[in-house]
């Protein structure tokens, strides 16, 4: 749903970004769309747009919807975009994700800041393409340290400002161990 008008909303409805990997002949060989919909003062994803994709929904690689009002996200919205590599979720209501996310196997990057998470979001740690985990200014108390060691291509956890338990890592990680 939108809430307000106007300026804010217009963005739900422009076109998708796209950028083209191109082969000699000009013919394209690989889409990668994403869609931005930033400070929309959406409440949740818009049904409508769930239909203006559906063609295009495995291409859609990077989705922002920071600084919205979500409360949270539906299982249609992960399943319907399976392909994500980045998912921009920070400045939002959010304080748990659904089970469904374990099953984006491409996604490299995840910005869930500025949110409600109290527990961390255990999915995340089964998605072995899975790189930078930003859940800055949350209210996490504890981090399954292990798991995280454990996840072969992280190599980024922002945990600043929340408060963690005196074992769970405060400031940035890199991945090395």
Same mark, same amino acid.
């Given at each position: ?5 106007? #300026?804010?909303? !217009? ?7 796209? &950028? *083209? ?25 818009? @049904? ?5 994709? %559906?063609?295009?929904? /495995?291409?859609?690689?990077? @989705? ?5 009002? +979500?409360?949270?996200?539906?299982? *249609? ?7 994500? %590599?980045? +998912? %921009?979720? &920070? =400045? ?26 109290? /527990? ?6 089964? +998605? ?7 859940? #800055? #200014? ?8 292990? *798991? ?16 963690? !338990?005196? &074992?769970?890592?405060? #400031?940035?990680?890199? =991945?090395?161990?």
């Amino acid at each position: 749903m939108l809430q307000g008008g106007g #300026e804010a909303c !217009s963005q739900a409805v422009q076109p998708l970004h796209y &950028e *083209k990997a191109q082969q000699a002949s000009n013919v394209p060989i690989c889409l990668s769309f994403t869609k931005d919909l930033a400070e929309c003062k959406l409440v949740s994803f818009p @049904i409508g747009i769930y239909k203006v994709l %559906r063609n295009v929904t /495995d291409q859609i690689h990077v @989705i922002t919807l920071a600084n919205n009002e +979500l409360k949270s996200l539906t299982s *249609k919205f992960v399943t319907t975009f399976c392909q994500l %590599r980045e +998912l %921009r979720l &920070e =400045g939002n209501f959010l304080h748990r994700l659904p089970n469904e996310v374990s099953t984006l196997q491409h996604l490299k990057a995840i910005n869930l800041s500025r949110n409600q998470f109290r /527990d961390f979001p255990e999915q995340l740690t089964t +998605l072995p393409a899975l790189e930078t985990i930003n859940l #800055e #200014e949350n209210d996490i108390v504890d981090v399954p340290v292990e *798991k995280l060691a454990a996840m072969p291509a992280l190599r980024s956890v922002n945990l600043r400002f929340n408060p963690l !338990s005196a &074992e769970a890592p405060s #400031e940035p990680t890199d =991945g090395r161990r």
